[in-house]
T-cell receptor
Framework: EAGVAQSPRYKIIEKRQSVAFWCNPI?????LYWYQQILGQGPKLLIQ????????DSQLPKDRFSAERLKGVDSTLKIQPAKLEDSAVYLC???????????FGPGTRLTVT | AQSVTQPDIHITVSEGASLELRCNYS??????LFWYVQSPGQGLQLLLK??????LVQGIKGFEAEFKRSQSSFNLRKPSVHWSDAAEYFC???????????FGAGTTVTVRA
């Protein structure tokens, strides 16, 4: 079974530029999550999708971050414009809902200069 | 709201020695508890989980954890560590009414020869 795929793995941009991350969850997983992991901290949930609907985006900085999940499968997370404090690893996870287990992708490491 | 505290930021252990990582949680109802491991440049991998029943839980890679309700703890243990156990370990708590996880800040484990 293929795991959660993310791309790109690394991205370096200047502040005020825009960036997009892509996630392909495990086949059949209805729930998809985006997390932000700042160096030295645990992952923080940004947004949770159930199929193609948003369940929780209370921690998403909506003035600059946006996310969508088309057709209830792939998802993209966008930052526009980026700030220095957005430097972090962005993790995507998916879940079938069974036993609350979440499966994580390798993450995208974003550096904003 | 649920929260997790991992008191130890960094632990160094000799190869072959035992390892114990501490985790304390705050949650009003019966928690769902998890331990994840993150190797450098990798996503998070689930080591073990507790939902109910036996309070001593066995996981992958020889790890186990014990749920102690009276102490609000879910400590992770391994009797004999291997160099490959060097990684960052995260404790997480999930609520029973949604599928969200709250993570601790993590404990970095260094294994010396």
């Amino acid at each position: 079974e293929a795991g959660v795929a993310q791309s790109p793995r690394y991205k370096i941009i200047e502040k005020r530029q825009s960036v997009a991350f892509w996630c392909n969850p495990i086949s059949g997983h209805a729930t998809l999550y985006w997390y932000q992991q700042i160096l030295g901290q645990g992952p923080k949930l940004l947004i949770q999708f159930q199929n193609n609907g948003v369940v929780d985006d209370s921690q998403l900085p909506k003035d600059r971050f946006s996310a969508e999940r088309l057709k209830g499968v792939d998802s993209t997370l966008k930052i526009q414009p980026a700030k220095l404090e957005d430097s972090a690893v962005y993790l995507c996870a998916s879940s079938s809902g069974e036993y609350y287990e979440q499966y994580f992708g390798p993450g995208t490491r974003l550096t904003v200069t | 709201a649920q929260s997790v505290t991992q008191p130890d930021i960094h632990i160094t252990v000799s190869e072959g020695a035992s390892l114990e990582l501490r985790c304390n949680y705050s949650y009003g109802a019966t928690p769902y508890l998890f331990w994840y491991v993150q190797s450098p440049g990798q996503g998070l991998q689930l080591l073990l989980k507790y939902f109910s029943g036996d309070t001593l839980v066995q996981g992958i890679k020889g790890f186990e954890a014990e749920f102690k309700r009276s102490q609000s703890s879910f400590n992770l243990r391994k009797p004999s560590v291997h160099w490959s156990d060097a990684a960052e370990y995260f404790c997480a708590v999930g609520s029973s009414n949604d599928y969200k996880l709250s993570f601790g800040a993590g404990t970095t484990v260094t294994v010396r020869a």
